[in-house]
């Protein structure tokens, strides 16, 4: 099992590089800590299930853009129609980044339909049709992962990864200031660009 | 080419949206939307996105607003009900929101199972701070239309624009 921080440390490199949908959890509070509070990575705290389709929205809208959702089994669980829309849509610029400890960690560790590999998320997401489907369950795994966001096809990356809360203390919970500085953040992108 | 069988309506409000820079249509099936949904799947500079819930479909708005783009979500009144949890991303982030709505369960409807949801959607959607713009006649789609466009994306609001069965006409089934 690998540690949450470590994979996500190793499969993103510089986080700035990309645009960061998180869904609840320790997803969000990972993503937090590994960007010290990046404008560039929405953290949600709430609508569970909701994060695959932002990211989806977000990659049409910013095509030339590293989108990246990263989300926990018990949030993908339950939208997995979400994998559906995304495989007729196959963004290239959009990787699904799924850290599968097989549990709900926010609410006391329970169980989710993937513990004890009952249900494999890398197998829906393969037979929804996603291209690129990877499971990443060791370091050499990590290791000889391809850079993300320049792969041409959609990526979705299951990670398993061990138990555990790490909540970041500061993590930005006013919905509207995490909106505005994230659109702020693109705009400051794309006048890089220009 | 026009379409003998698209009402007028259908086309105004179709342009009413592209004027507005409406660039993702993410959608649930409807025969009322049927003509919206053709014209984005025909048009070059629009992406036609069908889901398989409606939830989807908020979520899809709110990531393209994050990305600077406007979406549109059209579903049926039934997936309303579909929305509720996403609906809070939307008010508590204060997401501007545009999603027309084509109603069942009202005026002249003959299938049961469509009254329940259909009498809820008003209640549903205020409850979670979404506002809601009523069209019954064809004079007022494009009134409406251009009502909400306003709400959402100078006002910053969440909007619901309904397009009632009396517009529509009653469905046999």
């Known amino acids: ?194 | 080419m026009t379409d003998p069988s698209q009402p007028t309506w259908s086309a105004e409000l179709y342009r009413v949206l592209r004027e507005r820079g409406t660039s993702i249509v993410g959608y649930v099936p409807d025969s009322g939307h049927r003509h919206l949904i053709e014209a984005a799947h025909a048009d070059d500079d629009v992406r036609a996105v069908p889901l398989t819930t409606e939830e989807e479909g908020v979520g899809l708005v709110a990531g393209a607003h994050l990305g600077h783009e406007k979406a549109v979500l059209l579903m049926q009144s039934s997936g309303v009900g579909n929305c509720v949890n996403f609906l809070s991303l939307v008010q508590h982030c204060r997401f501007p929101l545009l999603t027309i709505v084509t109603m069942r369960g009202e005026y002249g409807e003959q299938n049961p199972w469509q009254f329940a949801m259909g009498r809820a959607v008003e209640p549903v959607l205020h409850a979670m701070h979404v506002a809601t713009v009523r069209a019954d006649h064809p004079d007022d789609v494009m009134s409406a239309a251009e009502a909400s466009v306003g709400m959402v994306d100078r006002g910053g609001q969440a909007v619901a624009l309904l397009l009632g069965q009396r517009l529509l006409g009653a469905k046999k089934f």
């Open chain 1, 1 to 194: 099992m690998l540690d949450r921080q470590t994979a996500l440390r190793s499969i993103l490199g510089d986080v700035s590089d990309h645009l960061v949908v998180t869904g609840l959890g320790n997803a969000a509070n990972d993503l937090a800590a590994l960007s010290d509070d990046s404008p560039s990575v929405f953290t949600m705290d709430g609508a569970m299930g909701a994060a695959v389709s932002m990211g989806l929205g977000l990659a049409l809208a910013r095509p030339e853009r590293s989108v990246v959702v990263v989300t926990g089994d018990g949030e993908l669980l339950m939208n997995l129609g979400s994998l559906a829309t995304v495989a007729v849509q196959q963004p290239p610029n959009l990787t699904v980044i799924c850290l599968d400890n097989g549990a709900y960690g926010l609410t006391g560790d329970q169980d989710t339909h993937t513990a004890n590999g009952v249900v494999d998320l890398a197998g829906i997401a393969a037979a929804a049709g996603l291209g690129d489907v990877v499971t990443i369950t060791d370091d050499d795994a990590l290791a000889g992962l391809s850079p993300i966001g320049d792969s041409g096809s959609t990526r979705f990356l299951l990670v398993k990864v061990a138990r555990g809360n790490t909540p970041y203390p500061g993590l930005e919970r006013n919905g509207d200031h995490l909106r505005v500085r994230f659109r702020a953040a693109v705009e400051r992108g794309l006048e890089v660009s220009r």
